[in-house]
């Protein structure tokens, strides 16, 4: 069984409340879960206590079992000291896209054009 440790969202609209749950990943996201293992408050401030808590006991042993935590919950793990931090490594994350390219490259050509005509006056 693939076991995931994920946030399953509760609260009202506009009002998100999530528990970081050990789920079945085939499991849906706010669907049956095998234990809650915390709390994830986003609308605290982010150096509330109550933010994010977790039983450390608990994540560690499924962590041990071979539950992958997702993206998220392993970031709240690192801050948390439960984990080690991942290297993070996206070459293309600053890179422009397409679009922003191509117009860097005719802005590129408005400006060397007048320099030419420039210095073929001289």
Not at 2 to 18: C, D, E, T, V
Not at 65 to 90: F, I, S, Y
């Amino acid at each position: 069984m693939a076991m995931k440790i994920r946030l399953a969202r509760g609260g009202s609209k506009k009002r998100p409340f999530y528990r970081i749950v050990a789920a079945d990943s085939r499991m849906p996201r706010d669907g049956r879960f095998i234990e809650k293992l915390g709390t994830y408050n986003p609308l605290l401030p982010k150096d509330s206590e109550e933010r994010v808590k977790m039983d450390a006991e608990r994540v560690q042993y499924w962590l041990g079992q071979g539950a992958q935590p997702t993206d998220r919950v392993a970031r709240m793990l690192e801050a948390a000291g439960l984990r080690e931090k991942a290297e993070r490594n996206n070459p293309k994350k600053g890179t422009p896209g397409k679009k922003a390219q191509e117009r860097a490259e005719e802005k590129a050509a408005k400006a060397a054009a007048p320099a030419e005509e420039e210095a073929a006056a001289e």
